[in-house]
């Protein structure tokens, strides 16, 4: 069965600083996985996916992430943060028929200015 | 391209009601999910629908149910509504593929007092 778990539930960082927001998966086989952006009383939006092509996957915004699989994780970055980047991040991985996602838990990112 | 659309947007029902919630998908896309978010469970898969045909189902009981229609629009029904049943009822769409993705409409907001 899949799952992913993302560490930190919470992640502030300053104004022009570094994004990291970790995931990592546990699947019996090769996942597809995705990142997910929430911003208060919105659906999910669509960041970026790793579909087993590139493991160094660019998405909106200027975030990316990398899919490494020794180490099972699926770690999203952003060079320099934005506080309109303040918002909840989800990661998810897709079971193998593409029916369902699970997600993990969210992290909430702040921005300081 | 119109997004996924969910009506109404926020809704106040009381307990022991039913509701029904509406999701139109983007054009083209066959296949619907929903999902249930809530602060403490975050986001739990609720049910799947490809072509009318429900693909696949999350762990909720018998008074959850939906149904998707010819033109892909999909309903969620929730009878016998409970407090706990207050959530973010999110809807999503896909071409169906497994390495696709979905796109997430704003949600609606079920309020059960």
């Known amino acids: 069965a899949q799952s992913v778990t993302q560490l930190g539930s919470h992640v502030s960082v300053s104004e022009g600083a570094l994004v990291l927001l970790r995931c990592n998966y546990s699947s019996s086989v090769p996942p597809y996985l995705f990142w997910y952006v929430q911003y208060p009383n919105q659906g999910l939006q669509l960041l970026l996916k790793y579909t087993s092509a590139a493991t160094l996957v660019k998405g909106i915004n200027g975030f990316e992430a990398e899919f490494k699989k020794s180490e099972t994780s699926f770690h999203l970055t952003k060079p320099s943060a934005h506080m309109s980047d303040a918002a909840e991040y989800f990661c998810a991985v897709s079971d193998q028929r593409g029916n369902q996602f699970y997600f993990g838990t969210g992290t909430s990112l702040t921005v300081i200015p | 391209k119109a997004g996924v659309t969910q009506t109404p947007r926020y809704l106040i029902k009381t307990r022991g009601q039913q509701v029904t919630l509406s999701c139109s998908p983007i054009s083209g896309h066959r296949s619907v999910s929903w999902y249930q978010q809530t602060p403490g469970q975050g986001l739990q898969f609720l049910f799947e629908y490809f072509s009318e045909t429900q693909r696949n189902k999350g762990n909720f009981p018998g008074r959850f149910s939906g149904r998707q229609f010819s033109n892909s629009r999909s309903e969620m029904n929730v009878s016998t509504l409970e407090l706990g049943d207050s959530a973010l009822y999110l809807c999503?769409?896909?071409?169906?593929?497994?390495?696709?993705?979905?796109?997430f409409g704003s949600g609606t907001r079920l309020t059960v007092v």
């Open positions: 999503a769409s896909s071409i169906g593929q497994v390495d696709y993705g979905y796109t």
